[in-house]
């Protein structure tokens, strides 16, 4: 199982930037996929979900209102659209997949997801 995180880049406040994460080696339609950021010095932190099942998408309420996830089960990839862009968004975007069904509450949790990709650096400037 690989994902591959792709996207990112520097954008000014206010700007918006879309990240795509491809799923290979499970099926996306049969997965949960979660995005989480890390910036310098702070905790790997959750960001949003698209479970599995297709009726939770859990949002950190930090970006709220701001980011949005989708999925395209057929292309097996999953996109986080990010608008309205604050220098605080800065940090490396990773996303991560489970198929287990976990509750909304775990969802959020990096422990929940087995699998990784390596990241894609997001750079808000103000």
């Known amino acids: 199982v690989q994902l591959q995180a792709s996207g990112g880049g520097l954008v000014q406040a206010g700007g918006s930037l879309r990240l795509s994460c491809a799923l290979s080696g499970r099926t996306l339609s049969t997965s949960t996929v979660g995005w989480f950021r890390q910036a310098p010095g702070k905790e790997r932190e959750f960001v949003c979900a698209s479970a599995r099942s297709g009726r939770s998408t859990p949002y950190a309420n930090s970006v709220k209102g701001r980011f949005t996830i989708s999925r395209d089960n057929g292309k097996n990839t999953v996109y986080l659209q990010m608008n309205n862009l604050i220098p605080e968004d800065t940090a490396v975007y990773y996303c991560?997949?489970?198929?287990?069904?976990?509750?909304?509450?775990?969802?959020?949790?990096?422990?929940?997801?087995?699998?990784w990709g390596q990241g894609t650096q997001v750079t808000v400037s103000s």
């Open positions: 991560a997949s489970t198929i287990v069904s976990w509750n909304t509450g775990s969802l959020q949790l990096h422990a929940s997801y087995d699998y």
